[in-house]
């Protein structure tokens, strides 16, 4: 999640500059996700939330790739 401080960032900023700490912020949401999905794999013992879990890492993973590439065409 974002800090008070960086959804306030979010706020006025227009065009590119609002693109780029988009794009920043959900890269960073995004690996936070995987994180904690990495942690229910390794700990969690139901397997239905172990296979949500890898299904999060997957997808997680390719749209933080996808917005990287958004990120260097900003």
Known sequence: MLTDA???QLRNPEGAKFDRLFLRAMIRHHEGAIEIAEHQLDTGMHPDAKAMAQ??????????????QLFDTQ
């Open 55 to 68: 299904s999060i890492i997957t997808s997680q993973q390719a749209e933080i790739e996808h917005m990287r």
């Open 6 to 8: 960086e959804m306030e």
